[in-house]
């Protein structure tokens, strides 16, 4: 090579080596939950923030997946870090409504009847074909889940609309009241490095009665829900959180217990039987030839009305072993 050309070459080095580094952030997701260990009934709050290269960003989109102890769905989401996040969004939601097996509009459902979710998504690119696939979750007046799951999955070729109709069950067991429904557009899972196309869409429908309105939702990278007090799957719970900000990729994966406070018994339900456990040991303490660490329902190595009114408070509620 010529001596000539050497100081040319490293000049170029230098240049495109910098463009490569500004275009291409150091992107990290914090995410927290307020407690690590939750009871059945409990409310689950997650909140967190995206940083590029340390500095918290209010346009950035996350995706959010939520696993049961089973491995399946359990909450689906895409949160916003602030008001207008940044971006070209390649597939967009342009509709989503519940309706009838027809596609005409319908908000108010049975218990035990099946209840249809009508969406409408664009691709606005008009070079590429794109995978898409399309989460639901639904969630009741009180803020428990009712279900998450992904209805389908296609290639939206540039410049196209694809329209679909899907079934939603509504359990006879259903809790009355206003029941949102959030739809996501991701490229894949976010347990398996999906992130969100655009962000969500939120739509809202009745179960049995049109009083009850649905909680009010914290904006921005903030989730509520509360675990549901029946027949609630005990053990841990993943948090996948996955963003593409600025063409990199951050992951964050974080996990929570469930536990089902005062099933003194074991048999996953809080009923009589536990609390005349604890009743009958009360008044004992650890050392004590007939001690049963299992009454002690907080821990503090005695029995005593604390552990009493805990059993009560939870008196009715059940889970899965």
Known sequence: MHKKFLPCI???????????????????????????????????????????????????????????PYGSPYLIRTVKTGENP???WKVQILDLYTCDSQGNPKTLFKKGAMAYVFISIKSYDTYFTHHVKVGFYTQYSDNSPLI????????????????????????????????????????????????????????????????LPAQPQPQYFNITFKMPKKDVKLGNYMIYARSMYQNSLATEIKSFEVIL???????????MRDIGVVCSL????EGDTNWNPAADVNNDKKVDMRDIGIVCNNYGKTAIY
Do not use: W
């Open 10 to 68: 490293i000049f170029l080095f230098l240049l495109f080596g910098n463009i490569m580094v500004v275009s291409a952030p150091i992107v990290d997701i914090e995410m927290e939950t307020d407690k690590q260990i939750y009871n059945v009934g409990d409310p689950v709050r997650i909140s967190g923030n995206v940083t590029a290269d340390g500095v918290p960003v209010n346009d950035a989109l996350v995706a959010i997946e939520i696993l049961s």
């Open 86 to 88: 940044s971006g070209y």
């Open 148 to 211: 998450a799951y992904y209805p389908f999955e296609t290639d939206v070729e540039p410049g196209h609309e694809i329209q679909s109709i899907g079934s939603l069950p509504i359990p006879s067991s259903a809790i009355s009241g206003e029941t949102l429904i959030f739809a996501s557009l991701f490229s894949g899972t976010p347990a398996n490095a999906g992130t969100a196309y655009c962000p969500e869409k939120t739509a809202s429908f009745y179960i049995a009665s049109t009083t």
């Open 261 to 271: 406070v005062g099933d003194v018994v074991k048999d996953g339900k809080i009923d």
């Open 282 to 285: 009360y008044g004992t303490q």
